[in-house]
Nanobody, 120 residues
Framework: DVQLVESGGDSVQAGGSLRLSCVVT????????MGWYRQGPGQEREEIVR???????RYGSSTQGRFTVSKDNAGKSLYLQMNSVQPSDAATYYC???????????????WGQGTQVTVS
């Protein structure tokens, strides 16, 4: 099966930067559809960015221009560079992977346990 582990969550000052990582292991064929999502306290899960299997990132509107997604050449690690972090970015950040061509938030897939980002 497929397992995902996120890391890099931390406490960051407003205006600062942070880089999240997600490593995918298990049995699968690359490329996977992969993406970053977040959920703040009392909020619904929000899609930040996803990369369908065509490799073209699709960003959500709330973070575009501040957050940048990247993948390693092997297609087994996903990164999220967060710049100009705002208090509204505080949330648990989740990585998702799917064998489907595309993987919007509500679609089926594999999820990591999440990594916490706090903003002071």
């Amino acid at each position: 099966d497929v397992q995902l582990v996120e890391s890099g969550g931390d406490s960051v000052q407003a205006g600062g930067s942070l880089r999240l990582s997600c490593v995918v292991t298990g049995t699968f064929t690359v490329p996977l559809c992969m993406g970053w999502y977040r959920q703040g306290p009392g909020q619904e899960r929000e899609e930040i960015v996803r990369i369908p299997r065509n490799g073209l990132p699709r960003y959500g509107s709330s973070t575009q221009g501040r957050f940048t997604v990247s993948k390693d050449n092997a297609g087994k690690s996903l990164y999220l560079q967060m710049n100009s972090v705002q208090p509204s970015d505080a949330a648990t950040y989740y990585c998702k992977a799917s064998r489907s061509w595309d993987c919007p938030s509500a679609s089926s897939g594999y999820w990591g346990q999440g990594t916490q980002v706090t903003v002071s």
